[in-house]
């Protein structure tokens, strides 16, 4: 594998959690741990963004994001990337597709926090992310009834795991996915970016 590219063989499960992280922070590393664990999973890679394309506004520079996205999650089994980037690629749809194509055999689960799975319906090809890994969500504050009756979760219902069958989640064929509850801590990078431009003014 050329350098700067994970390693992966097949038969690995490989959560992927996606975003800006801007900042990363604490909640990140609660929902990956938790994702390792409830999922079964032998890695999570974070897959830092070059940009959101439904946030108007440009992130910090992605070289910065990167190092403080290893201070905040320094773990044996989790790895900050910046795959996005190296592929060419901005919508979860078309990074799905390159990096199955580059890891043939590794079983991917693309993981998000349940606010996501509320406007999923708005993302690119989001019917074709559904249909081509599993989805692993875990509950945030406040979005689990906004996110059990999105567009997203009615219409693929019949492929709802229960919350005990979490562990086999990335041996399953897609569509498939499964909500869990963990405890969360409410912490988001939009109050950390507003508490910071604070500081700023004073």
């Not at 990096?99 to 689960?109: A, D, M």
Request: positive net charge.
């Amino acid at each position: 594998m050329a350098e700067g590219w994970p390693v992966a063989r097949p038969g690995r499960r490989i959560g992927l959690l996606g975003g800006s992280f801007d900042p990363p922070h604490a909640g990140h590393r609660h929902i990956t741990l938790e994702a390792l664990k409830r999922f079964q999973l032998d890695e999570v890679w974070w897959l830092v963004s070059p940009g959101n394309p439904l946030k108007e506004r440009g992130p910090a520079p992605l070289e910065e994001r990167m190092t403080a996205a290893r201070l905040v999650m320094d773990h044996p089994r989790v790895r900050i990337t910046d795959l996005e980037t190296r592929l060419g690629t901005r919508y979860t749809a078309a990074t799905l597709d390159a990096l199955q194509r580059r890891y043939p055999g590794v079983s991917f689960v693309w993981l998000m926090g349940a606010d996501n799975l509320a406007r999923f319906h708005r993302w690119d090809r989001w019917r074709t992310i559904f249909e081509t890994v599993p989805l692993g969500i875990l509950a945030r504050p406040g979005d689990r009834i906004s996110a059990r009756m999105s567009p997203a979760a009615r219409q693929f219902r019949s492929a709802k795991l229960r919350a005990r069958e979490a562990g086999v989640l990335a041996d399953c064929e897609a569509p498939a996915w499964c909500f869990v509850n963990v405890p969360m801590k409410p912490i988001s990078s939009t109050a950390l970016r507003a508490a910071r431009a604070a500081l700023a003014t004073n």
